[in-house]
């Protein structure tokens, strides 16, 4: 990796961080350029545009969240093993692998839902993709005999969705001590509800 290249990498590590305290639309080049130390004009080289930096910290985040938590449950065995890796993951990147500010995606969305523009447009596709994933992973325990064969997996996709949402709100708002618990409990109960009789 050449050194411009590693300095884009290490602006958008440090983006994203950032990003997650001050929200996308709080963060600008300017801002960005003081925290590291950097020329505007030298950052602007890299992302021309607010809006360019936004897109790129949102792409640059979920390849982060691709490597530390789909990967990872990917190579777990197929069917129900799996989607518990992506609960654990999911819940591991909102407890300890994500920065200071929490996840950039729930922070993200709160901003800009009503906000139409680029940035908004890749993060509704992240988290499309993300609900896909889920929907895939229900779609493969059919397959593998763990979930029952009538399962709607779009409706187990977000009833999982809802689920995280829900965690981060109850640990990071709420600062409740127990939404680590519940949350585990309300996963295991919507396991129950879609596994086969049988298992």
């Not at 499309?128 to 889920?134: A, E, K, Q, S």
């Amino acid at each position: 990796m050449r050194k411009g290249e590693l300095t884009h990498q290490a602006i958008l590590e440090r983006a994203i961080q950032l990003a997650s305290r001050l929200g996308l639309q709080g963060l600008s080049i300017g801002g960005l350029a003081d925290e590291l130390q950097l020329s505007k004009s030298g950052l602007f080289a890299h992302f021309r545009s607010k809006t360019s930096l936004q897109v790129e910290i949102l792409n640059a985040a979920t390849a982060l969240f691709t490597e530390r938590v789909i990967r990872p449950a990917l190579m777990q065995p197929r069917g129900e093993p799996r989607l518990w890796a992506l609960f654990e993951g999911w819940l591991a990147w909102e407890k300890e692998l994500v920065p200071e500010g929490g996840c950039i995606f729930v922070a993200a969305a709160t901003e800009l839902d009503d906000v139409p523009g680029p940035a908004r447009d890749r993060l509704v596709q992240t988290q499309r993709d993300w609900l896909d994933c889920l929907a895939q992973g229900a779609r493969i325990a059919i397959a593998e005999k763990h979930f029952r064969d009538t399962v709607d997996v779009e409706q187990f996709a977000h009833e999982m969705y809802a689920m995280f949402l829900g965690f981060h709100h109850s640990a990071r708002l709420m600062k409740d001590p127990r939404a680590e618990q519940r949350t585990r409990r309300a996963f295991e109960t919507l396991m129950r509800e879609y596994r086969r009789s049988d298992c």
